[in-house]
């Protein structure tokens, strides 16, 4: 329940209300029990060695960019993870958004809670079987400057379609819609896991605080 | 050996995997090794041949245009070049199947690849392999019915040969797009696949009941190729061993499973297993009940008590659906089938024929618009039979085509198409001569259909009979001779019938009375669908409490489900004291259409938009950018006032008045699927007094531009979410620079910046909706 509430919370924020009233609460509720019931949640990850020589690569595909270097520095390995709704969530908000577009936006925020919320979950089991002592936290294809087209070459070292029936279109856009591809860095010594970009734990380092309309007002509590 | 001779016997050997032997390097393509390194694949055909294989499956899986997209191999040279590794290998010892996977992109409505696009691709795959000596077609690890479709109408349309079909499931026993076995089952059956089955899909144990699920589902041989339970994440190993997997798949030969084989994971060891195992098995003989059953791509709806088929999906006499149609309005249709599925059909008709409508084109365009926003099997209906087969085509599933009649011109070239496309089909017992009179007459036509029918292979579970229903008003006999041919048909043949019920009180006052009394008649008399509207409560009721009396209704669950708070439903809330501007800021959508109706009796239109609607919008926009008032909100009001305007549109076309402040094209751009955004922005240009040509997703430039010319727009507005998919913007700018000079352009999403949006050459930049709208207001001159 608890979950649900900060859940809740986190949904009124990705639409832009830091203090949603009763009834827009409500609506939340309802638009995130109707998703959660829709999706087919499924993650799939895997765990390969890291080449470190000019640029960090993983089975062959190079890791191009200088912030995924940086995310990586000291690794020696990476897991790599896939998670989705899957098309039927895809479905639930196709529905939802023709119906009333209103309900619709809200539920499509719910379905971006979820799946990351299903990455966190996805990511507390990676810890729970990866014996490497330090982990990074999840960093994702369009993160700083590494490259979004990667989503390809990720799906397929994990056999995506197969496993959990991820695809990426031509444009590198995944398909079901909500969906998340991530790496992990594998370190024997402590890593620097500020998580720099993305939406997570910590606005302070991210380099989109200055316009970000997602900005915690609250930050301070939030840091380590 | 052929595979002729080799269906003969009692159990059959496929291979294991082929990735798992091939212990591929970074960045191999396995295709790719058919032209570099043939000895290698040649060896992995070898040790499965060693091993019992009888069907090799040649190294062809991602052998597709769209697969191998990113690199610079031809897929016909690929496969052309596996066909004869694979032939070789065993100097033609073992039969070679081309095997053909997905091709690694989405269908619509969840991706964005085509039926046609898929369909094109598979053909060359089928072509190739065909050309190039393989004995069968195999196309397996399928998730998404529809493009098991195209892959399987390819093969059937240009090759020879016989294909087996095997898709992938999950724990759920549907596949990852929602398929369930059942459908799977009825759609392969019907495009007369030779045999099916699962491949991939977690382990044996998983598969077991899926199989057995399969077998009571179908006539064909049945095919299981199971991985090997399922990898670790961390070194790969799959964890089910040779003898656990053979162990394992002993008991699918209980089930009458003909085709053994492994997927990923397994080795010739595995297969060597089996065929060790199964020496000493016999396959079980297989008992088939047919049942009358149709599906869509996710949904089976079998037809063994009445089932409703909403009729809501048709311009006969419905004014506001025929302008949809000829708008090209398709949100109007979709919101057609959200209504009638949410009011409890079972199937939905879905009928375009209308003056000034190109069926054949509009038929598949709205079977695909209501697939997107329901799972409901749908009945395609039309007298053109170039739109039945085009609408055939692109329907994922088993549909019911509506509708062929005694007369022999229709006879001739609808069963075909049926018989083609696995179809079920509603016959009208009517030929040449007309509708008879008479009940008897009626039912010699239905045995002629069926006759014709069973003739062309198409099993009477797939023949269903419209008795017709005639006017009451135009003679006294007439319902009782529609009932009467109609309880013969049930009885005598025993075919599903289907009737339009409400046709029957046409001309006559009170006509829900007529309606609903003759339903009951029609159902006590073995009407098993009827077509009516589920939207009239009093229908449904009468459905409901039909099915409850008549015994189909376990423990009255769905009748108590229905109706348990009708004794103490909350009273009817007074009516509000909210004004019109009031109802639309707060977003209540029904109220501010009661409101507007009301206000029509003393106000002008034109009043009510400028002195209540108008301001209602300014307010909530100023209160959005205050940030007191959040999107959703936002919206809320703006689907209120637009509930508004759809009462006051009918007093405009009434009085010839409407006003459009100007035409306004808008697209999501081409390679782009997200299209909430662009959504919103055309709510709001609505309410505003725009009329909006909404384009859709993922459109490209030139139909872009060519819509602009069309409609002589002055703004066309874009959306782009992605970085990868500016570029196409940027190219539809260009274009529509070049031909349109004077086309204003303002261009919005996630990825864009003031700058960005300068940079490729449009005209203004919005940074949300409310901005569009201030920019259509300036191009428009307000």
């Known amino acids: 329940m608890c979950q649900q509430n900060a859940m809740v919370t986190e949904i009124a924020r990705m639409l832009g209300c830091m203090h949603p009233d009763a009834a827009l609460q409500d609506r939340i509720q309802t638009a995130l029990e109707q998703v959660q019931q829709a999706a087919q949640p499924r993650a799939v990850w895997r765990y390969f060695p890291l080449e470190q020589q000019n640029t960090p ?168 | ?145 529809l493009e098991m479709k195209a892959a399987l109408l390819a093969a059937k349309e240009h090759s020879h040969l016989p294909v087996l079909c095997t898709m992938t499931f999950t724990e759920t026993g549907r596949t990852f797009t929602g398929c369930p076995v059942s459908a799977m089952a009825l759609t392969l059956e019907g495009l007369q696949a030779d045999a099916i089955g699962i491949n991939c899909s977690l382990g044996p144990r998983e598969m077991l009941p899926m199989i057995r699920e399969l077998a ?94 909403g009729e809501r999906i048709n311009p006969t006499g419905k004014k506001r659906m025929r302008e949809a149609l000829q708008q090209g309005d398709l949100d109007y249709l979709r919101s057609e089938a959200i209504a009638q599925t949410q009011a409890g059909a079972d199937l939905l008709d879905v009928n375009v024929g209308t003056p000034g409508i190109d069926e054949p084109v509009m038929l598949p365009a709205a079977v695909r618009a209501v697939m997107e926003v329901s799972d409901l099997p749908l009945q395609l209906d039309s007298s053109d039979p170039a739109a039945l087969e085009a609408a055939l085509r692109i329907y994922p599933g088993k549909a019911i085509v509506n509708s062929v009649c005694g007369k022999e011109a229709s006879l001739a070239a609808v069963l075909p198409l049926v018989k083609h496309y696995g179809a079920a089909v509603v016959g009208l017992t009517l030929d040449e001569n007309g509708i008879p009179a008479t009940a008897s007459e009626r039912f010699r036509i239905a045995e002629r259909i069926l006759q014709r029918a069973l003739s062309l292979g198409i099993p009477k579970e797939d023949v269903y009979i419209d008795c017709l229903t005639l006017t009451a008003s135009t003679g006294e006999s007439g319902p009782v001779e529609t009932i009467a041919a109609m309880r013969r048909v049930r009885m005598e043949l025993g075919l599903q019938t289907v009737l339009g019920v409400s046709n029957i009180s046409f001309g006559l006052p009170n006509r829900p009375l007529i309606n609903r009394n003759f339903l009951n008649m029609a159902l006590s008399n073995g009407l098993t669908l009827p077509i009516l509207n589920p939207k009239a409560e009093d229908m449904m009721d009468t459905i409901r409490t039909y099915r409850m009396l008549a015994g189909f209704d376990v423990n009255c669950a769905d009748y108590i489900a229905h109706y348990q708070d009708t004794v103490n439903a909350s009273p009817v809330p007074l009516s509000s004291t909210f004004s019109l501007s009031e109802a639309v800021a707060h977003g209540m959508k029904q109220e501010a259409a009661r409101l507007t109706k009301e206000a029509l009796l003393s106000q002008e239109p034109m009043t009510i938009i400028n002195e209540h609607l108008i301001p209602a919008l300014d307010t909530v926009g100023a209160q959005y950018e205050a940030g007191t008032l959040f999107l959703p909100q936002l919206i809320q009001a703006a689907t209120a006032a637009q509930s508004a305007f759809a009462v006051l549109k009918q007093s405009f076309t009434d009085r010839s008045e409407a006003q459009s402040k100007g035409t306004i094209v808008i697209a999501t751009v081409q390679g782009d699927v997200h299209d909430i955004g662009k959504n919103i922005v055309k709510l709001l240009l609505e309410n505003y007094g725009y009329t909006v040509i909404d384009l859709g997703k993922d459109v490209a430039p030139e139909h872009i531009v060519e819509a602009a010319v069309q409609y002589r727009v002055s703004l066309v507005g874009l959306s782009a979410l992605m970085t990868t998919t500016v570029p196409a913007m940027a190219a539809t700018i260009a274009l529509l620079h070049e031909r349109m000079p004077q086309c204003k352009v303002v261009v919005g999403g996630a990825v864009l910046t003031e700058e960005y949006a300068m940079e490729i050459g449009a005209d203004c930049y919005a940074k949300d909706a409310k901005a569009s709208v201030d920019y259509a207001k300036i191009v428009y001159g307000e």
């Open chain 2, 1 to 145: 050996m052929d595979f002729t001779s080799l269906r003969m016997q009692e159990f059959i050997l496929l291979d294991g995997g082929m990735g798992t032997m091939l212990h591929l390097t970074a960045g191999e393509i396995p295709e790719a090794l058919n032209l570099s390194d043939p000895e290698r694949i040649a060896a992995v055909h070898r040790a499965y041949y060693a091993a019992g294989s009888q069907i090799l499956y040649a190294n062809t899986f991602g052998a597709n245009r769209l697969k191998l997209a990113d690199t610079d191999l031809d897929p016909a040279a690929c496969i052309r070049a596996a066909i004869r590794i694979a032939k070789e290998a065993t100097n033609g010892a073992a039969c070679v199947a081309l095997d053909v996977g997905p091709t690694g992109q989405l269908l619509q409505p969840n991706g964005m690849l085509s039926f046609e696009e898929a369909y094109a691709c598979y053909r060359e795959v089928m072509i190739a392999g065909t050309e190039a000596g393989a004995d069968l077609i195999v196309i397996e690890t399928m998730s998404d019915l």
């Open chain 1, 57 to 224: 690569s993983v089975a062959g595909i190079h890791l191009i960019g200088s912030d995924i270097a940086r995310h990586l520095l000291g690794c020696h390995a990476v897991v790599l993870m896939a998670a989705t709704l899957s098309a039927s969530a895809d479905s639930y908000l196709r529905c939802a958004a023709s119906e009333d577009l209103s309900f619709g936006l809200i539920a499509d925020a719910a379905a971006g809670v979820l799946v990351e919320q299903l990455c966190h979950d996805t990511e507390a089991a990676i810890r729970a079987q990866i014996k490497s002592p330090f982990l990074t936290e999840r960093f994702s294809p369009g993160y700083g400057d590494l490259p979004i087209t990667l989503q390809a070459d990720l799906l397929r070292l994990l056999d995506a379609q197969r496993t959990i029936g991820l695809t990426a279109t031509p444009q590198s856009t995944l398909l079901p819609m909500k969906s998340v591809t991530a790496i992990l860095g594998c370190s024997e010594h402590p890593v620097q896991d500020a998580r720099r970009f993305g939406c997570g734990s910590s606005c302070a380092l991210c380099p989109h605080k200055p316009y970000c309309m997602q900005r915690r007002t609250d930050e301070s509590s939030l840091e380590p």
């Open chain 2, 216 to 309: 009571d589902w179908t006539s064909l041989p049945l095919i299981v190729k199971p991985n090997a339970g399922l990898p670790d994440p961390v070194t790969g190993i799959y964890h089910i061993t040779p003898e656990e997997f053979a162990n394992y798949l002993c008991a699918f030969a209980d089930c009458g499973v003909q085709f053994f084989g492994g997927c990923c994971g397994t080795t010739p060891d595995y297969i060597a297993a089996v065929r060790q195992k199964l020496e000493s098995k016999r396959r079980a003989r297989r008992i088939f009940h047919p049942q009358a059953a149709v599906c869509s791509g996710t949904k089976t709806v079998v037809l063994d008590q009445p089932k409703v088929i």
